[in-house]
């Protein structure tokens, strides 16, 4: 079974500034998809960004990027620029490629990013 | 086009009562998929589905069952409510193997926060 592992349980950074949370995984497989999941206080949960394992370039949404690096193992999410709007739980997510990820997601325990004005 | 949607909102229930989690969507996706959010932790996958009449056990299914009768609807039942299902459950969907990309990104619907007193 996979597994996914967050190690920083919150994360405080000032407005404007860059952050980068951390997560790291555990898998045999050599295809798979990762997805960093931003939840607000709404609990709705928003896809920021995603990258597939074959790809070596790292995946860029806006001011989210990732560093991606398979061989440790690790998937971590930059937000640059940070805005007062990014305050929210963090989460990472792991997914097989097989069987389109019928399985669904395998989540880490999440960063509680907060976001000093 | 509502996307994923869930009934109630909220829910307080006493010890050994049961209750349906309605969840619903209208985006004609295959995959549909029932997690539950602890305090403090990221989501664990209950129960998925494939497609209609096609159910199987996720990661922490006791005390809990599916049904998947049309493509649209995953009720999620509790039988016999237990303080340790307290929680937030939320469902999602995905297209699956045709048709939903690559990524297969699944969509969140807003969660129904559950207390078992």
């Known amino acids: 079974a996979q597994t996914v592992t967050q190690s920083q349980p919150e994360m405080s950074v000032q407005e404007a500034e860059t952050v980068t949370l951390s997560c790291t995984y555990d898998?045999?497989?050599?295809?798979?998809?990762l997805f960093w999941y931003k939840q607000p206080p709404s609990r709705q949960m928003i896809l920021v960004i995603r990258q597939e394992a074959y790809k070596q370039q790292n995946a860029t949404e806006n001011r989210f990027s990732v560093n991606f690096q398979k061989a440790a193992k690790s998937f971590s999410l930059k937000i640059s620029d940070s805005q007062l709007g990014d305050a929210a739980m963090y989460f990472c997510a792991y997914r097989s490629a097989v069987g389109g990820g019928a399985d669904g997601l395998t989540f880490g325990k999440g960063t509680h990013l907060i976001i000093q004005p | 086009n509502a996307g994923v949607t869930q009934t109630p909102k909220f829910r307080i229930l006493k010890i050994g009562q049961s209750m349906t989690l309605q969840c619903a969507q209208d985006?004609?996706?295959?995959?549909m998929y029932w997690y539950r959010q602890d305090p403090g932790m990221g989501l664990k996958l209950i129960y998925y589905?494939?497609?209609?009449?096609?159910?199987d056990k996720g990661e922490v299914p006791n005390g809990y069952n599916v049904s998947r009768s049309t493509t649209e609807d995953f009720p999620l039942r509790l039988e016999l409510a237990a303080p340790s299902q307290t929680s937030v459950y939320f469902c999602a969907s995905s297209y699956g193997l045709a048709g939903g990309g690559p990524y297969n990104e699944q969509f969140f619907g807003p969660g129904t926060r559950l207390t078992v007193l």
């Open positions: 898998t045999s497989e050599s295809d798979y998809y």
């Open positions: 589905s494939v497609g209609a009449g096609i159910t």
């Open positions: 985006m004609n996706h295959n995959y």
